[in-house]
Structures are given as C-alpha cells and as structure tokens.
C-alpha cells in the first residue's frame, strides 16, 4: 500500500499485534475469581509510573475519581493519559503532576463551565505536553482496533487537517477504491479503569445509559480496574447476560466505592456536583489553589468515605439524587458568570 | 406569522435562526451549547420529528433541560437508543447522518475551523480543547453548521490550525484529500448574519444580515473578504414564544443567557 501521508504525532501504546496477544495470553487469567481489593491496593498493584492510562467514562461522566484521589495521593509520575474527551479526571491528575504526556482528542475545557485553568497552564508553560492529536472517533477507533487485535482501521475522518498531521495516523491509498484512506493505529493502554452502577466479584460489569467508548476500551487495554457502586451476585449477572458491558476475563480488580463518581455524573443515580466542580474550577487558576484543593480533598482524607463527608455527606449525595432525576434543579456557581 | 418580540438578545436570535435551519424528519450531530439548544428549539417548534444525535451514543432523545455535556443522561432521555461512540460515529461515516451542528473558535473563508490552539502547535499561546467529536462531525456530514461569534479575531485569513475540515483549499480539496463526497460546511451563523459557500469557489458567502446589521458591519468583522451578492435576506427575529421556549429549555441560562 502507498503511503501518501505520515502523521507527527507521538505513537502512544502501540503494539504488535503478536507482542500484545502473547502478553494477553501470558498475563490475563481466564480463572473466576474473586477480584475484590481497596483502591489502594489497586492502584499499587497495577498503575506504574510512565504508564500509559485511560478513564471510562466521558469528561463528566462516570469517571472513576476515587481512583483517580489514589493516583495522586500514592504520587505516581509521568504518567501518558488518553484525552479520549478527558476533562475533569485529565485536569485534576495534571493539576496534581501525575499527568505530564497527553494525546489530545479533547481535553482543557469542561464544555458549558468553561476552559480549564490547570490544563491550560500546564501545557502553556510546557510541564504537560501534547504529544499527538485525535479526534473522539479516531480515539474510539485506536481502541477498537486494540480489542481486535488488529494494527490500525480505516476511516474517512481527519483527512486534510492539522488534527491528521499532528496525530500517529497515516494516510494510505485504499487498494479497493483507490481514495486515501487515514489508518488509525490500535491502542493498548497499560491499565484503563471504570466507575460502574454493578459488578460481581469476578469483574462482569453492567453500565446504565450510554457506553461511550467503555465497551471497546476496557477490551483494549491490559490491565483493568473497576470501581462500583455496588457488588452484585454472580446470579444478576447470569440472569440478564445481555447486560453484560465488561466480562470477567479483561478485568483485573474490583473495588466497591459507592459514589464512587462523585463529583462526575452517575447516570439515573446521581448529578455532576456543580458546587464541587466549581470550587476545584476556582481553586485551580493558581498552582497554589490548586495545591490547596488537593491538601484539602486528596491528601488530607485517608480514603474515599471521609472525602464523601467532607464534600458534603448524605445531605449533598440525596441532593445530586434528586437534580438527576429531576426532582430539584441544580446550584452552581459558575452560572453567576454567565 | 407571529409577530417579533420587542426585546432579544443576540444569543436568542442565533438560536433561533440556527435552529429554523433544521428540517424535520432529518438527522442531526449535535455539539455542546447552542448547537443543542437550536436543536431542541427545531424539535419544539417546526421538526417534532428531528432525530438527534449526540457523538456519546444517545440517539433520538426527547431532551428535557439542556445538558452540560454531549455525554450528560440528559442527552439519552427518553432515547430510541443509548449507544457508543463507535455506533454512532459509524452511522455518520456510513451517511446516516443528514447535519451536523457545531461551535467555533476560529474560521477562514473555506470553512475550516480552529479549535485546538491560538499560536504554535507545540509552543502555544492558548491552548484550546482540540476537535472532540467535531472533525469527525465536520468530515462526515453532508451539511455541517457552524454557530460563534464574529469578529476579526474569529473570521480570519488562515486559521492558526485547521481542526475541522471545511473546504480546506477551495473547490476539490475535500474529495482529493479523500473525506466522503459531498459533504462540508453548509451555513455559519454569527451575532451578524448568516453565511453559505459559493458553489464555483467554495469561499463564505453572505446569505442574510440579522435586523439592523449592514453589509459594511459583515465586512468590518472580518479579515478575509466575504463574497456579498447582489440579494441579501434579513432574518427573522425571535418571536415571544420562541424566546418563552429557549428559557424552558434553559432555565438557568447556561447557554442562553439569563
């Protein structure tokens, strides 16, 4: 095949599709059983310095913060993120310093509520660097590829843009139709990790609402860790395979948080927390706020539960309850400015 | 008809004029802010039937509140379907879907549309949020509108990076670089007016001026010159039912303003 076109971008997570099935085969246990452990021991076991990560979720949504607090409070370095839409993980894990390489599909904006300042000042003094540019497609599509075990895919997207010439895509001629054609590359992440509503012991996860990219993500990367809100029998599971979005067999741990998303939305079960997300919004236009909030909701709680109370409690956690199934509207102080 | 209301703001009106440009029984790729707004505007008002789609996977909801994020529960209510990206940016790719609706940073007078960064790439002086779903939207929909803001900041000669795909370099230039045949940009809709793309060589082209905006206020916020015909439309205004809808579907204003 004639390459017409080579991206600059940094390939990040790339395999041969050989090395990565050996690795699959070597390290990834078919074996039901029990994967329950704290988020501390998760986090320890199985997220490494320089590791190349992805969350689930998108942007606001069913992002597994607790172990993302774990991340940052254990201090792992230098690790290359997935800005496969990555907002408020992204700038919280760059903020902290954990987060020094990203490539970008989206990442330093947090939609309606405005850019970010962490993000943003951290790839503009250069601490954080772009290493390469996707699209949400192109991004979804590297994980597609990734759970097929196939090198690349390809599409008809980015053609003739910057977005194409900063990535790690190439441009072939298609043999069939003779048009160019952009070929994806596939993406392992070292570890991705998900928030979801129910999971058994052995990892089989269901999600509520949209997968986003959950489904081919969690069966591209090589380690996974799932946070949930609530551990259900192996039973519920079997009852309803069809709900199965993440089986067993790609998963690596299971941790129960309940409200484990918080301050992200949880479909049907809870709002964005628009107060907390505006404090953190806040606090981060200077390293020393920022420093400030990770003191006070990171490092100055010993796990999940005490950072629950201190956001708020029961009372905040019924509230975001009740905004999400439109029983009360939502506060959020980033309004005033609009 | 009914009649214009005495007071809009310029967010109502872009709203407005961008949502009366979606037919019903059409698809649409809906972005963050406006863009959905319009939409669930259009889907109260004159397309009941307009499928929306958002890039995370809910397909056709019947939105209740404008969400925050294109991946909010509120954009999968009372869905046909709550999907995946993969899904859904496949349908656009195979040509399920008739527009897309997007924001802007920047844009030049092909179309293309910078959203990743002001300055150098890898030395920037601001760094934006990048393409999203939007060079997907951009490159896979037959009609892709553009809602932002104009001035000479925005409407510029060349874009500091091309995000999105417009005309790219003028007539030809999508198919050579081999993005799905007739597709592209379809409207840009500013506080100012509302621009198509000249057949013969896919430059802007003013199509109508909003009440009270003259031809030389197009130019004056511009760096690039728009191709004026010799017809200008002028847009209808918002009617007090129309503005009474964009604060139901926004009640707090995120996107419309108090």
Redesign the interface.
């Known amino acids: 095949m004639e390459i017409l076109m080579e991206g600059e971008g940094e390939l990040l997570g790339w395999h041969d599709p050989d090395e990565n099935r050996k690795w699959v085969l070597e390290n990834k246990s078919r074996e039901l059983r029990d994967k329950r452990m704290s988020v501390k021991e998760a986090v320890e076991k199985f997220v490494h310095d320089g590791d190349y990560v992805a969350f689930g979720g998108f942007g606001h949504i069913r992002i597994a913060m607790a172990l993302i607090y774990e991340i940052i409070r254990q201090g792992k370095r230098n690790l290359a993120m997935a800005g496969k839409t990555a907002v408020h993980d992204i700038d919280i894990l760059i903020g902290a310093g954990s987060v020094t390489k990203v490539e970008v599909a989206y990442a330093f904006g947090h939609e309606l509520r405005g850019l970010s300042p962490a993000g943003r000042r951290a790839v503009e003094t250069g601490q954080c660097k772009v290493v390469a540019e996707i699209s949400n497609a192109g991004y979804q599509w590297r994980f597609l590829a990734g759970m097929m075990g196939v090198p690349f895919i390809p599409s008809r997207n980015m053609l003739g843009t910057d977005t194409l010439k900063k990535s790690a895509c190439k441009v072939v001629k298609d043999p069939w139709s003779g048009k160019p054609v952009c070929l994806i590359p596939a993406a392992y992440p070292d570890v991705a990790m998900f928030h979801v509503p129910r999971c058994d012991i052995y990892g089989n996860a269901q999600i509520d609402g949209i997968l986003i990219e959950d489904f081919e993500l969690a069966r591209a990367a090589r380690r996974v860790i799932i946070t949930t809100e609530e551990i259900i029998d192996n039973e519920v599971i079997r009852a309803k395979p069809y709900r199965t979005a993440i089986p067993f067999f790609v998963v690596d741990a299971v941790c129960e948080v309940p409200y484990g998303a918080h301050p992200t939305q949880m479909p049907y079960l809870y709002f964005f927390d628009e107060e907390h997300i505006g404090e953190w919004l806040g606090l981060s236009r200077t390293p020393e706020g920022t420093k400030e909030y990770l003191d006070k909701y990171v490092f100055g709680v010993k796990d999940f539960e005490e950072y629950l109370e201190l956001v708020g409690g029961i009372k905040k956690l019924n509230y975001l309850k009740r905004v999400e199934q439109f029983r009360e509207p939502m506060r959020a102080p980033w309004l005033k400015k609009k | 008809m009914a009649k214009p209301a005495k007071n809009y703001t310029p967010t109502e009106l872009l709203a407005c004029v961008a949502a009366k440009m979606l037919e019903d029984k059409k698809s649409v790729f809906v972005g963050?802010?406006l863009p959905m707004i319009a939409s669930m505007l259009a889907q109260r008002t004159h397309a009941p039937n307009l499928l929306i789609i958002f890039?995370?996977?809910?397909v056709g909801p019947q939105v209740?509140?404008l969400p925050?994020?294109?991946?909010?529960?509120r954009?999968?209510y009372k869905a046909v379907a709550?999907?995946?990206?993969?899904d859904v940016?496949s349908a656009?790719?195979a040509g399920h879907v008739d527009y897309g609706f997007l924001g802007a940073a920047m844009i030049d007078m092909y179309g293309?549309i910078n959203t990743?960064v002001i300055g150098e790439?890898d030395?920037?002086?601001?760094?934006?949020?990048?393409?999203?779903?939007?060079?997907?939207i951009g490159?896979?929909c037959p009609r892709t509108i553009i809602v932002m803001r104009q001035d000479k900041r925005r409407f510029v000669e060349k874009v500091d990076?091309?995000?999105?795909?417009g005309y790219?370099t003028g007539p030809g230039?999508?198919e050579?670089?081999?993005?799905?045949e007739g597709t592209g940009p379809y409207r840009v809709i500013t506080q100012l007016g509302v621009y198509g793309f000249d057949e013969e060589t896919k430059r802007l082209k003013l199509l109508a001026v909003h009440p009270g905006v003259t031809v030389e206020e197009i130019q004056e916020n511009s760096s690039f010159e728009i191709i004026v015909p010799e017809k200008v439309e002028i847009t209808q205004p918002p009617t007090e039912e129309e503005r009474r809808l964009l604060h139901e579907i926004d009640?707090?204003?995120?996107?419309i303003?108090?």
Do not use: C, Y
């Open positions: 963050t802010g890039e995370a996977g809910g209740p509140v925050i994020s294109v991946g909010d529960s954009t999968f709550a999907s995946s990206m993969h940016m656009g790719q293309n990743t790439h030395n920037p002086k601001v760094r934006l949020p990048g393409s999203g779903g939007a060079n997907d490159s896979f990076f091309i995000t999105t795909p790219l230039a999508r050579e670089a081999g993005l799905p009640p707090t204003g995120m996107a303003g108090k």
